[in-house]
């Protein structure tokens, strides 16, 4: 009872660590999805020009998502008419180059870390850009289409296809002030808390458990440690292999990156391993669904590609720069709640959290949440939207 009892100690203290992060994020994506349709996204997403990609990333990262609703959504804005390659840039970019995974990064874990997030995801889009151009012929993009027609359900789908962005004219801030765009603020918001809940609870359980019970020498035996260049070579090769097996996605994986980080793992590999959160079993199984095997396989493989190189590059270059931090400096959350800055923080946000709840269930809301894992074609109108929040 006393090893459960450190490691749900140490999954509540991370908890408490990283809540007013995750709120800030949320409420981020929440304003930018509550006044950008996603049929504009479509119109901006037509080719894989280096322009196009960059502006997926831009939108991908500013309607941040779990990894399960950003798969889904990738292909509802293929099905829609969005090319391939940028529909992936952006599926990868509203998963790891999002505000809340940057500052829990940095909370967990330091500024470095965020910085390679957010220098490591476009490296990593580059290098999936310049291997699509060259090995992704048109024939398998016609076959993942054909499959993607017929709209297999993955998970996620109602909320993929949903659009809840304030209609009518006026200025990003008055539609942003408006009675609507605060009605659509909330209901974004807490489908977004649904999306991730489970992987994150689960996450941070795992994170616990692990934190708790293997012993920091495996790790160290497990990635080289002692070995320096032979550990460098390996983190990136083996974290996104971790990372499939842990079956934590998203968010999720974070708290894990901490124990793996403190154990041993190399700068690069924890890059790896986060940005590995698109290649978890279950959601190679939704890939799958979507596009076919042939397809899947060709994901895999070149999502794998791209993430060890994204590993290599940041590794060798925030090395070159002399600024990959101590691992001997980490540390894993086992304080609890004190007055600080932290608790002070969380008690604002979670104050702010309860005003969305309570207006995003005064607006009809949980009727809409039934909708979040329903047909990405049913229940919503014939342009795969959802039908927008009531003026109130």
């Known amino acids: 009872m006393h090893a459960v009892r450190h490691a749900l100690s140490i999954t509540g203290s991370m908890t408490w660590e990283i809540t007013w992060a995750l709120i800030l994020g949320f409420l981020l994506s929440a304003i930018v999805q509550a006044v950008v349709r996603k049929s504009t996204v479509v119109r901006l997403l037509g080719d894989a020009r280096p322009r196009t990609l960059s502006v997926a990333a831009l939108l991908g990262s500013a309607s941040s998502s779990c990894s399960y609703a950003a798969v889904a959504l990738a292909r509802s804005l293929f099905r829609k008419g969005a090319d391939f390659t940028a529909a992936m840039a952006f599926e990868i970019a509203s998963t790891n180059l999002v505000v809340e995974l940057g500052v829990i990064l940095a909370l967990l874990m330091g500024w470095q870390f965020t910085a390679a997030e957010f220098v490591g995801g476009p490296a990593m889009i580059a290098v999936l850009a310049v291997l699509f151009r060259y090995f992704l012929r048109a024939r398998l993009v016609r076959e993942a289409r054909a499959q993607a027609e017929q709209g297999a359900a993955g998970s996620m789908e109602g909320h993929a296809a949903m659009d809840m962005s304030v209609r009518g004219e006026g200025s990003f801030l008055r539609r942003l002030l408006s009675r609507r765009g605060w009605t659509s603020v909330s209901h974004v918001f807490v489908m977004e808390w649904a999306a991730i809940l489970r992987d994150l609870v689960i996450g941070l359980l795992i994170a616990g458990a692990i934190a708790a019970w293997v012993p920091d020498s495996f790790w160290r035996t497990f990635f080289f440690e002692g070995h320096p260049l032979a550990a460098k070579l390996w983190g990136p090769l083996i974290g996104p292999l971790v990372a499939m097996a842990s079956f934590v996605c998203s968010i999720g994986n974070v708290p894990l990156a901490v124990v793996l980080w403190k154990g041993g793992i190399s700068f690069g590999g924890v890059v790896a391993f986060i940005f590995a959160d698109l290649l978890i079993l279950p959601i190679l199984n939704i890939y799958k669904k979507y596009y076919g095997w042939r397809m899947t396989a060709f994901?895999?493989?070149?999502?794998?590609?791209?993430?060890?190189?994204?590993?290599?590059?940041?590794?060798?270059?925030?090395?070159?720069?002399?600024?990959?931090?101590?691992?001997?400096?980490?540390?894993?959350?086992?304080?609890?709640?004190?007055?600080?800055?932290?608790?002070?923080?969380?008690?604002?946000?979670?104050?702010?959290?309860?005003?969305?709840?309570?207006?995003?269930?005064?607006?009809?809301?949980?009727?809409?949440?039934?909708?979040?894992?329903?047909?990405?074609?049913?229940?919503?109108?014939?342009?795969?939207?959802?039908?927008?929040?009531?003026?109130?």
Request: hydrophobic share 45%.
């Open 299 to 392: 994901i895999a493989a070149t999502f794998y590609t791209a993430m060890v190189a994204a590993g290599y590059f940041v590794e060798f270059t925030f090395g070159g720069l002399g600024i990959i931090p101590d691992q001997e400096t980490a540390r894993i959350p086992t304080g609890g709640i004190s007055w600080n800055y932290t608790t002070w923080l969380n008690i604002a946000f979670l104050l702010l959290a309860a005003a969305l709840l309570i207006r995003f269930v005064r607006t009809g809301g949980p009727a809409m949440l039934r909708m979040m894992g329903g047909s990405p074609d049913t229940g919503h109108s014939g342009h795969g939207e959802a039908p927008p929040p009531p003026p109130r």
